[in-house]
């Protein structure tokens, strides 16, 4: 079949598969089954034309009656090969579509007063008395042990006296001391403070706490204001299938067996075809 086919088949939203391209990549066996359904056929030729002419001339004739019927065999195609459910006598769906809606409530001013008399509690506490008795104590302070050293040092001591008339000083006498270094270390001590076990007594005397309230007003306002609902455009979608009991299932199933026996797309264009062009010894079954 030309690519004219092709390009022209027709389109839709419920048109499935596409007949033309089926054949064309299966053509040599529905060819067979032609041949096979009608058997050999011949068509008037003009001899005075090539034979080459000749079969270039019948693919066209024959893309005619094709192009002639295309529309109404795609949908009879498309009808054949759609999947179902044989059992089902109702497969469909029903969709529902709401649109956008918007609601508003407008509220005005209120004003609310609620009136509370004086009001007056009183809550009695008894007396109480606490106890909290202290066990003896020991407190002791350790001192460590404490080493004080003094580095070495020399003391000397000179003594001068003067001869009448002469006021010159002669050195009378020279004594000098030298002490080492020393090192005086305190031992370590304890010192330790005891109190004895006493007990504090606390006593709180019965009293009674009022809690007044004055006579007061309670005011409740709420300002004017608008509430809106609004809901989106939406759809609401239901299928439904099976058997709704019109039918019985074994009907179902018959008229199935009866439908595949008698009817077949391709056994039906192909007699199309046959009759069409004019082929001598045509027999339709």
Not at 53 to 81: C, E, P, Q, R
Not at 153 to 180: F, L, Q, W
Not at 253 to 277: A, C, H, P, Q, T
Request: glycine fraction near 8%; proline fraction near 2%.
């Amino acid at each position: 079949m030309s690519p004219t086919l092709a390009s022209s088949y027709p389109t839709g939203e419920y048109l499935e598969g596409n007949f033309v391209t089926y054949y064309t990549t299966n053509y040599q066996l529905f060819d067979r089954y032609v041949v096979k359904l009608f058997g050999e056929r011949a068509i008037e030729v003009d001899d005075t034309e090539p034979l080459s002419d000749t079969v270039i001339n019948w693919t066209y004739d024959v893309d005619g009656i094709v192009f002639a019927h295309l529309v109404d065999w795609a949908k009879m195609y498309s009808a054949s090969i759609k999947d179902y459910e044989p059992m089902w006598n109702v497969d469909g769906t029903v969709e529902t579509t709401y649109g956008a809606t918007r609601d508003t409530d407008s509220f005005g001013n209120t004003r609310e007063q609620s009136a509370f008399g004086a009001t007056s509690n009183s809550m009695q506490y008894g007396a109480t008395s606490e106890s909290t008795q202290y066990g003896a104590t020991s407190e002791t302070t350790q001192y460590g042990a404490r080493s004080e050293t003094t580095g070495a040092r020399s003391d000397e001591h000179n003594d001068y006296k003067t001869s009448y008339p002469d006021s010159t000083e002669v050195k009378t006498d020279r004594s000098t001391d030298s002490i080492g270094s020393q090192t005086n270390t305190k031992a370590t001590v304890s010192d330790t403070v005891s109190g004895s076990t006493h007990t504090d007594t606390h006593t709180g005397t019965t009293h009674t706490d009022t809690a007044t309230g004055t006579a007061h007003t309670d005011t409740f306002t709420k300002d004017a204001h608008s509430d809106t609902h609004s809901s989106d455009e939406h759809k609401d979608t239901e299928r439904r299938t099976g058997n709704i009991g019109v039918t019985k299932s074994t009907e179902l199933i018959e008229s199935e067996y009866r439908l595949r026996d008698r009817w077949n797309f391709y056994k039906l264009i192909f007699g199309y075809i046959v009759r069409e062009m004019g082929c001598i010894y045509y027999d339709w079954y």
